[in-house]
């Protein structure tokens, strides 16, 4: 899952950078891994500054973006879903033939394989990373290239994105931005990822557009008349001028992901006229009901207190409290300086964050029956640890209840959760998946009813994407993606493993193993190979003026 931007300001004398800079902080939610901003100045010059991190990091709190002028540009945050987590694979990516185009993309492609050995053998085109970003960029490029003109127009650019409807495979929303010409927004014919534009008044009279995943990021920035680009639909506007909104494929279906409103979307963000907030508050209502149905009144008398594990279930958890008739107390205080630990790279680093993360009051626990509320069980480590916390500040009894469904698929469209062997409810029941994380109970929401929870605050959306429940996929997949995802994400696990093991031993909260992995780096065994016999521990991005790697390899 990604955050992207574009903006493009009327005063062609503003700098896009400072706006598009706030706006990164207000998506940080959806990226922690790594951040970019590339701006198109006079002359149709591209400047970026990108790299692994938080956005406060990767723009010195600020100060890179003086380095970034221009009235136009692209915004990104990355949480790593295909390919590694090199800086060579922080967004935005650029390409200089043909016009220049810079591309900023949220989603997976089910099909990238395929398409990098047509860029290969048809189109002739260097792909320099394992994204499917930079995939898509150059199918993107290659079909404008067909064009053959000195300058391109409208018509020429919805043909080549045609093109790209008509190639790709999968969930994706996407941003783009051609040099001294405008910028670009499309989705996936699924509508599988969001994507919103919005628009205020600019200077010297004109308008200001901006493109969002999340509509919090215009709200926050001024921007109104927000429309949802449609699955299918592309739009494209040309500085001085008004957008274009065009259906360049058929709408297959409206089916936005349910894990959005579960999990990953803020609160009060609004996503294909669905608001994630009142969507939270009909799934505590829902999972209020199937609690009642499965522990019978007997036990719901017996519980003292609904807790809430913060700060995504805080809103379901006190829906639930209310339905249920039973006090509610946010006893888990949150460190907010600590990632999501779902994010985190390595098991034991993820339990020890967890612990960081949250602190349990142990007066409002000690002697009593919990009932805890959460999003979501994916792994289980968390959730596990979590409620020995629990028991550890003195609960008498623990139960667990999911705002979601089992979670025993892979998600294919832009979320890598985990390896489906690692999800703790692949293959166990709900009894097993209690007796996994230690609780007295497990209640998880149904698929229906979560389904409800969503579609009633929109009738005009009755399909959703939901396979990480289900196994159901909207788009047509092909059973041998599944393979390859599996051999992927155990080479990305390998990779992610001795990271955590690097941060761990700086941390100094290293297990022997980890120890073990950091002394093996340290002295040349087991580190990636290419073809030629050169080690490489790291790649850089070779795109001009990418200024946030250099900064990165002096820290």
Do not use: W
């Not at 626990?365 to 020995?388: A, H, M, N, P, Y």
């Amino acid at each position: 899952m990604c955050g992207i931007l574009a903006l493009l300001l009327a005063d062609l004398q503003e700098s896009a950078a400072e706006q598009l800079h706030e706006a990164l902080y207000l998506l940080q939610h959806r990226g922690q891994d790594a951040c970019g901003i590339a701006t198109c100045a006079g002359g149709g010059r591209i400047f970026q500054c990108k790299g692994n991190g938080m956005a406060a990091h990767v723009f010195q709190d600020g100060r890179r973006i003086r380095d970034l002028p221009g009235f136009m540009g692209l915004g990104h945050l990355r949480y790593p879903t295909a390919g590694s987590s090199a800086n060579a694979e922080a967004q935005p990516f650029y390409v200089n033939s043909p016009y220049g185009i810079c591309f900023a993309h949220n989603g997976n492609l089910i099909n990238a394989q395929c398409l990098r050995n047509h860029l290969d053998h048809e189109a002739h085109r260097h792909i320099n990373t394992d994204s499917d970003s930079e995939t898509l960029l150059n199918i993107f490029a290659s079909k404008l290239q067909e064009t053959g003109k000195f300058r391109v127009n409208e018509d020429d650019l919805f043909k080549a994105l045609s093109g790209i409807y008509d190639m790709c495979r999968g969930g994706y929303a996407c941003v783009a931005m051609l040099a001294g010409f405008g910028i670009i927004g499309f989705r996936d014919p699924y509508g599988i990822r969001p994507l919103v534009l919005g628009e205020r008044k600019g200077g010297k009279g004109g308008m200001d557009y901006m493109f969002a995943s999340e509509s919090v990021a215009l709200d926050q920035l001024d921007f109104i008349n927000q429309v949802n680009i449609k699955p299918g639909e592309a739009v494209i506007i040309r500085k001085g001028c008004k957008p274009i909104f065009r259906q360049v494929h058929p709408q297959l279906n409206y089916a936005p992901d349910l894990f959005e409103y579960v999990y990953f979307a803020r609160p009060d963000t609004v996503i294909d006229g669905i608001s994630v907030h009142r969507s939270r508050q009909n799934m505590g209502a829902y999972l209020a009901g199937t609690i009642r149905r499965q522990l019978g009144e007997e036990v719901l008398k017996t519980i003292d207190v609904v807790i809430p594990i913060p700060e995504t279930s805080n809103t379901s958890a006190l829906t639930v409290s209310q339905e249920l008739g039973i006090p509610y107390c946010p006893a888990f205080i949150k460190n907010r300086y600590i990632f999501r630990t779902f994010i985190m790279p390595g098991q034991k680093l993820r339990q020890k964050t967890v612990r960081r993360k949250l602190h349990a009051m142990k007066t409002e626990f000690e002697g009593r029956i919990v009932l805890l509320v959460d999003d979501s069980i994916v792994r289980g480590t968390t959730s596990k640890e979590i409620v020995q916390m629990a028991r550890d500040a003195g609960a008498k009894k623990v139960y667990f209840a999911s705002c979601a469904p089992p979670i025993r698929n892979a998600h294919i469209y832009g979320i890598d959760l985990a390896d489906t062997k690692e999800l703790v409810a692949y293959g166990r029941t709900e009894a097993e998946v209690a007796d996994v994380i230690g609780a007295d109970a497990v209640i998880y929401q149904t698929l229906p009813d979560l389904i409800a929870a969503c579609h009633s605050l929109n009738p005009a959306i009755s399909n959703f994407e939901h396979g990480v429940f289900s196994g159901q996929y909207v788009t047509p997949v092909d059973d041998q993606y599944f393979v390859q995802l599996e051999q992927t994400r155990g080479e990305t696990a390998k990779l992610k493993r001795k990271e955590a093991a690097i941060t761990a031993v700086a941390a100094g909260i290293a297990s022997p193993g980890e120890i073990k992995t950091v002394l093996q780096e340290v002295n040349g065994v087991g580190l990636k190979t290419h073809m030629n016999g050169e080690d490489v521990k790291e790649r850089m991005d070779i795109s001009i003026h990418n200024i946030g790697d250099y900064e990165n390899q002096k820290s």
